[in-house]
């Protein structure tokens, strides 16, 4: 019986460019909060549609640019799967518990992601999971914890919907990440697909629930093209290629800065007032990442080097 050929280990070089640019991708999705308190009242699903849309819009040009590239589209249903269910489906549940529990509590259960991907990248071949893995997203999760509930946390059994759909949301979206590193091979031209179909869905779900509401200004449009070219656009494409040849397990503890950099973005922004809790979460979220990513700040073994 004929093997299929072993992967050839990542360079080091890559791992730590791939791990950078996932990195990008969190920087971004700081901006989310300010982006979309700016946007005006545009419902959730309309705002997706139009925003998902907006984000595919790069690799359209791309293929325009390049047709040949087009070849990279042709995948197997799995991967379509993988990908559309992931963005859309996050997002989905996502809108779902905001819409069935209060936000704060929502948004902290749908931010237990990173954890579950630190944790479930024990399963992924070629992985070893760390006691300072695990340590450093415990970390950013407490970090969280100091963020969200600066202004009070209370969880009701009268909003276990919301709260099932937050949980199932952090699920979607770790296995997502899990997911799209073992199609490691697949080409980032995919997410532009990803974005269209996650476009269309979010449209059909915008016409069936919703009411239309436009943008009212041109502030408002710009927001609006922002959250479709940084966080909702460029910021999957950064984290497609970070999770399939970054360091995941770095990357999924990092993420954890994403809330800590939105608020400290509305500080400074108006939106938010400082206060003690945001200096915890800075030393626990930075702490906890720093831990996390000590491989990168230390030389390995020789003879663990020589064995990759």
Known sequence: MNKAPARAPKGAGVKIRGTLIGFTAILMW????????????????????????????????????????????????????????????????????????????????????????VVGSALLPGERLRWYHVAGAVAGLCGTIAIVSRNGLAFDGAYLTGYGAAFLCAFTWSGYSLLTRRFDRVSTDVVTGFCLGTSLLSLICHLALETTVWPANSGEWTAVVGLGLLPVGAAFYAWDYGVKNGDIQIIGAASYAAPLLSTLILVASGFAEANWNVLLACLLITGGAVLAARDMFRPKPIAEAAAE
């Open 30 to 117: 700081s901006l989310l909060a300010l982006m979309t308190a700016a946007s005006g009242k545009v419902p959730p699903f309309q705002m997706s549609a139009m925003t998902f849309a907006i984000g595919s819009l790069p690799g359209i040009v791309l293929f325009i640019v390049k047709p040949e590239r087009i070849a990279f589209l042709k995948q197997p249903p799995k991967v379509w799967i993988t990908g559309i269910g992931g963005l859309f489906g996050y997002h989905f549940l996502y809108f779902t518990a905001l819409r069935n529990a209060p936000a704060v509590e929502a948004g902290l259960i749908a931010y237990l992601w990173p954890l579950f991907i």
